[in-house]
Every structure is written in C-alpha cells, then in structure tokens.
C-alpha cells in the first residue's frame, strides 16, 4: 500500500524559495503519476503541480507557473516541488498525490494516495 510523507515546509520570506519532498512507500510508486495540491485557509483545496510516472511530462496551475518546479526521483521514491519567489498568496498546506493510471490529472479526486501535508508560510 502506498503512503506518502511529506516535509520541507517552513516560513519563509515572500521572494524566497522552499523545496518540499515527498517519500512514498511501496514499489509501484514508479508507476503513478504524481501531483501536488494545496489548501489555504477558508479556502478549497487547489492543484498546483503534476508530472508523470517517468518524469517526461508536468503540468502547472497558471499561478505557480515559471516560479515552481516539479521532479522526481524513481530511485528515491521521491517526488520535490521546487518553490521559487514566493508570495504571501502560496501560504497554505501543501500536499502531494499518486493516482493509479497514465495521464496527469489536475482534479484532485482523481488521485488515489494523498500525505499528510506539509505547512507553507510567506510572510511579506
């Protein structure tokens, strides 16, 4: 069974940069397209990231997009989102997803394996 933890969280001041991991359990973690989502306060939870199970293809919410980067390491097991210049708006919890099948999906019931989240702070 697959389960996901992430971490690297933290504050940090609106323009700097924060790199958040996700480690997943289990072999077919390979396999899975992987995505990560976040929820502000008061807010509904959003996609802000996804790639593929090889890593070749990603896909970016239009906020995030040319400020954050998504990889992954099949080796490790490891999916990172790589935060550049960031906002007070990027304050939220962060989570990251797998879901069993081939395509990116920006829908987030659309995954099957969520973390626990990991805690984003900008201040200005």
């Known amino acids: 069974q697959e389960q996901l933890v992430e971490s690297g969280g933290g504050l940090v001041q609106a323009g700097g940069s924060l790199r958040l991991s996700c480690v997943a359990s289990?072999?077919?973690?390979?396999?899975?397209?992987m995505g990560w989502f976040r929820q502000a306060p008061g807010k509904e939870r959003e996609f802000v990231a996804a790639?593929?199970?090889?890593?070749?293809?990603?896909y970016y919410a239009d906020s995030v997009k040319g400020r954050f980067t998504i990889f992954r390491d099949n080796a490790k097991n490891t999916v990172y989102l790589q935060m550049n210049s960031l906002k007070p708006e990027d304050t939220a919890v962060y989570y990251c997803?797998?879901?069993?099948?081939?395509?990116?999906?920006?829908?987030?019931?659309?995954?099957?394996?969520w973390g626990q989240g990991t805690q984003v702070t900008v201040s200005s």
């Open positions: 790639i593929s199970w090889t890593g070749g293809s990603t």
């Open positions: 997803a797998a879901r069993r099948g081939s395509y990116l999906s920006s829908q987030g019931d659309e995954y099957d394996y």
């Open positions: 289990g072999r077919t973690f390979r396999s899975y397209p």
